[in-house]
Nanobody, 120 residues
Framework: QVQLVESGGGLVQPGGSLRLSCAYS????????IGWFRRAPGKEREEVSC????????IFADSVKGRFTISTDNAKNTTYLQMASLKPEDTGVYYC?????????????WGQGTQVTVSS
């Protein structure tokens, strides 16, 4: 059974950092990609990043490139979204998901999301 659970959200000041976690089960990153998304108030969902270990690449949206990074802990079946130099426009609910395929395919399993608020 595929499950994804996000955690680590919260309130942070502009310019600050935050690390989100996505604990996954029922699949392995050796075979399938994992993506991070966010939905800001009043806006459509945006794909922030996609990590594909099998294909050896990580994709970032232009809006976060140079500020966000991805890391993984295979022993814990957890992937992390490290966010730095945060801006108010980074505010939103962040989700992790997997397409059970490589990046670029439709995402079929989603976590419940974690709220990130960037505000002074």
């Amino acid at each position: 059974q595929v499950q994804l659970v996000e955690s680590g959200g919260g309130l942070v000041q502009p310019g600050g950092s935050l690390r989100l976690s996505c604990a996954y089960s029922g699949f392995t990153l050796d075979d399938f990609a994992i993506g991070w998304f966010r939905r800001a108030p009043g806006k459509e969902r945006e794909e922030v990043s996609c990590f594909s270990k099998g294909h050896g690449h990580t994709i970032f949206a232009d809006s976060v490139k140079g500020r966000f990074t991805i890391s993984t802990d295979n022993a814990k079946n957890t992937t992390y979204l490290q966010m730095a130099s945060l801006k108010p426009e980074d505010t939103g609910v962040y989700y992790c998901a997997t397409p059970l395929s490589s990046c670029g395919y439709d995402y079929v399993y989603w976590g419940q999301g974690t709220q990130v608020t960037v505000s002074s």
